[in-house]
């Protein structure tokens, strides 16, 4: 087991990095958004319990991020293999200001020993004057602490996972807050011991 978590923690780390990315664009240089992209997110593949997730562990490999009010529309991605934070598009008033965080596992340890850890990644999009930018980091929650069926016991928010082909995973999550419908999409590998 101890290879399968020094490879893994070298691995992860490495390719995505503890200091933070992050990508500014003017507003004006963006692509609009298509209208709301939430409403038609959906699984990839076959539905599956956390209980059915294979041993082992989830290593992100992209995430998807989509942010959307009556009247904003924005959309971002995270390259976890190439370590590159974009933002796709933005749709808005030119006065539209806000911030909005969102904490996501990038690497969830499956194993019964609990050898590898987790780690949670913390996505920042920020919208304000001409400017839109996305950065993220570790997350500064504790990672170890960190619990997969706490994700579905959450009250405001809808969680699915799915099983795209033989090793891959998807997870999405879609929370609405008072002004605000968030979502993220994070495709996993699953790495075997």
Known sequence: MKPLKN???IVFFLAVAIIARA???PKESL???AASKISELKESGILVSISDLPSGALLARDAKVFIESKDLHLQASQDFIKPKSQ??????????KFSVSLDVPTLIDLTIEKLIGNSIWEFNLMV???QVGIWDQVS??????FKLS???TTADQ?????QVNHDQYELIIKQQTKNLLKAVVITFDSVQP
Do not use: M, R, Y
């Not at 500064?140 to 602490?145: D, E, F, R």
């Open 7 to 9: 490879i893994l923690t």
């Open 23 to 25: 990508e500014e664009k």
């Open 31 to 33: 692509p609009n958004c």
């Open 87 to 96: 933002i796709l598009c933005f749709s808005g008033p030119a006065q539209s």
């Open 128 to 130: 304000d004057g001409k």
């Open 140 to 145: 500064h929650l504790q990672s170890n602490s």
């Open 150 to 152: 706490e994700l579905t």
């Open 158 to 162: 809808e969680v699915l996972f799915s």
